[in-house]
Each structure stands twice: as structure tokens, then as C-alpha cells.
């Protein structure tokens, strides 16, 4: 489906005007203003083929933008809009929608079904090809953290022990006070100068000097025999 240009601008123009009156709080009792929200959220979605084309990729991703600005999130479909992405195979965009669902319960339910059935390395590189620039940036960084989270809980370094993404994770690792079980991965994959690589950028990290002529060996006993 190709939307006709003059409709097209309509809903530039409607886009425009809702974003621009946003801060109008007496507007958002007006059950119109919820439909013309709905109406310029979805119009990308049903014009768009799998995969998007580039305009297509590129409304989707101005939608998004739009959903993120949108003042009455509570009225919409937020699960069905990730679905909608989803289905397109944009899965960043989709874990987002399911990031801005009001409710914490609903939220987190929502967001362990999709990791537990989404492949969190292409996620990884969406969010690094669609999402590092302009305003989404901020949020990509959010979906960035969970991803990374889920893989540290869910202990799947062997997936990303070759991954371009290993650094990241070992950095997010770090961040979570979690090195000795990447440790403990690493040297059961007798990989025992990155282990001990790991832990000292880890402690200079934390401020605590490893001397330089200490044995890998000596680093890691000296780690793994400290309370984390």
C-alpha cells in the first residue's frame, strides 16, 4: 500500500502539530487527541514491506521518535506498535516500544517474552546502525544496557565470546560487579591470559594497581580468592 502524496503530507503536518501542542495539557482528555496520535504513529506501518525499503526504514524510525514524544502513551497500543516492528524485522524498535509500557509488571513480562525469543546480537546491530544518532540515541543506549544485561543473566558468553560485541559485554560486565563468572568462563575455555586481562583492566578500573611483573596466573589466584 503507497499512501497518495497529498495524504502523506497530511500526516507530516499532523505530526508536526500534535508535537508542537504537546505541552497543552487540557488536550490530552480529548479522545481525538489520542486517535491522531494512533493515526501518525501507525501510518508508517502500513505502507511498509519486509524488509523496509529505506524510506520506509527511515518513517519507521521517525515514528519511533514520535512515539517517543507522545503525551499520551496510556491510550495506545503500545504492545501492537512493537508488533508491528517486529513483524518488519526491526526488533531495537520493537524492544523499545515494550521499554515505554506504563505499567512495570506488564513492561517487564512483556520484555522477558520477546529477549527469551529474539536473537540479541542482531538487536545489538540494529540499535548501533539505526539508533546511535539524533534523538533516539539516548534511548538506544537503554535498549544497548538490557540486551547486555540479559546475555550477563542469562550466561551466554560462549554466544559472544567471538562477537564484535564481546567488548561491550565485558564492559558491561565490569559495570556490574560481574567479572569473576566472565572469568571463570574464560578460564574454562583455557583462555587464561584474557582472564587475567580482564581482571586487571578491572581493578585499574576500580583504582587498585596490579603490579606489572605479577604472573597471569598470580593475577588470577590473587582475584579468585578475594570475596566478590
Same mark, same amino acid.
Given at each position: 500500500m503507497?499512501y497518495?502524496?497529498?495524504?502523506? /503530507?497530511?500526516?507530516?503536518?499532523?505530526?508536526?502539530?500534535l508535537?508542537?501542542?504537546t505541552?497543552?495539557?487540557?488536550?490530552?482528555?480529548?479522545p481525538?487527541?489520542s486517535r491522531?496520535w494512533?493515526?501518525?504513529i /501507525?501510518?508508517?506501518?502500513?505502507a511498509? *514491506?519486509?524488509?523496509?525499503?529505506?524510506? $520506509?526504514?527511515? @518513517?519507521?524510525?521517525?515514528?519511533?521518535?514520535?512515539?517517543?514524544?507522545?503525551?499520551? !502513551?496510556?491510550?495506545?497500543?503500545?504492545?501492537?506498535?512493537a508488533?508491528q516492528?517486529? $513483524?518488519?524485522d526491526? %526488533?531495537?524498535?520493537?524492544? #523499545?516500544?515494550?521499554?515505554l509500557?506504563?505499567q512495570?509488571?506488564k513492561?517487564? $513480562?512483556?520484555?522477558?517474552g520477546?529477549?527469551?525469543? *529474539?536473537? %540479541?546480537? &542482531?538487536? /545489538?546491530?540494529?540499535?548501533?546502525?539505526c539508533?546511535?544518532? #539524533?534523538?533516539?540515541? #539516548?534511548?538506544?543506549?537503554?535498549?544497548?544496557?538490557l540486551?547486555?544485561?540479559?546475555?550477563?543473566h542469562?550466561?551466554?558468553?560462549?554466544?559472544?565470546?567471538k562477537?564484535?560485541?564481546?567488548?561491550? !559485554?565485558? !564492559?558491561?560486565?565490569?559495570?556490574?560487579?560481574?567479572?569473576?563468572?566472565?572469568?571463570?568462563?574464560?578460564?574454562?575455555k583455557?583462555?587464561?591470559?584474557?582472564?587475567? @586481562?580482564?581482571?586487571?583492566?578491572?581493578?585499574?578500573?576500580? #583504582?587498585?594497581?596490579?603490579? &606489572?611483573?605479577? !604472573? %597471569?596466573?598470580?593475577?588470577?589466584?590473587?582475584? /579468585?580468592?578475594?570475596p566478590?
Open positions: 503507497k497518495p502524496l497529498p495524504l502523506v /503530507l497530511m500526516i507530516q503536518y499532523l505530526r508536526k502539530v508535537i508542537a501542542v505541552g497543552i495539557h487540557s488536550l490530552w482528555q480529548i481525538n487527541f491522531a494512533r493515526t501518525v /501507525l501510518a508508517p506501518f502500513l511498509a *514491506s519486509c524488509p523496509p525499503n529505506p524510506k $520506509q526504514l527511515e @518513517a519507521c524510525c521517525e515514528c519511533f521518535v514520535t512515539l517517543l514524544k507522545c503525551p499520551v !502513551l496510556a491510550d495506545l497500543d503500545v504492545i501492537g506498535i508488533k516492528y517486529a $513483524q518488519l526491526l %526488533p531495537a524498535f520493537a524492544l #523499545g516500544c515494550l521499554l509500557i506504563p512495570p509488571e513492561r517487564e $513480562q512483556q520484555i522477558q520477546f529477549l527469551s525469543s *529474539s536473537n %540479541p546480537e &542482531a538487536i /545489538l546491530q540494529q540499535v548501533d546502525e539508533m546511535n544518532t #539524533g534523538e533516539v540515541a #539516548g534511548f538506544a543506549s537503554q535498549i544497548r544496557c540486551i547486555l544485561d540479559n546475555i550477563i542469562e550466561k551466554q558468553y560462549e554466544k559472544f565470546s562477537s564484535k560485541y564481546f567488548p561491550l !559485554l565485558k !564492559l558491561q560486565v565490569m559495570n556490574n560487579n560481574r567479572v569473576k563468572e566472565l572469568v571463570e568462563y574464560l578460564l574454562s583455557n583462555c587464561a591470559d584474557d582472564a587475567a @586481562a580482564l581482571v586487571t583492566e578491572y581493578q585499574e578500573r576500580c #583504582g587498585n594497581s596490579i603490579p &606489572a611483573d605479577l !604472573l %597471569p596466573c598470580d593475577i588470577l589466584k590473587m582475584f /579468585l580468592s578475594t566478590q
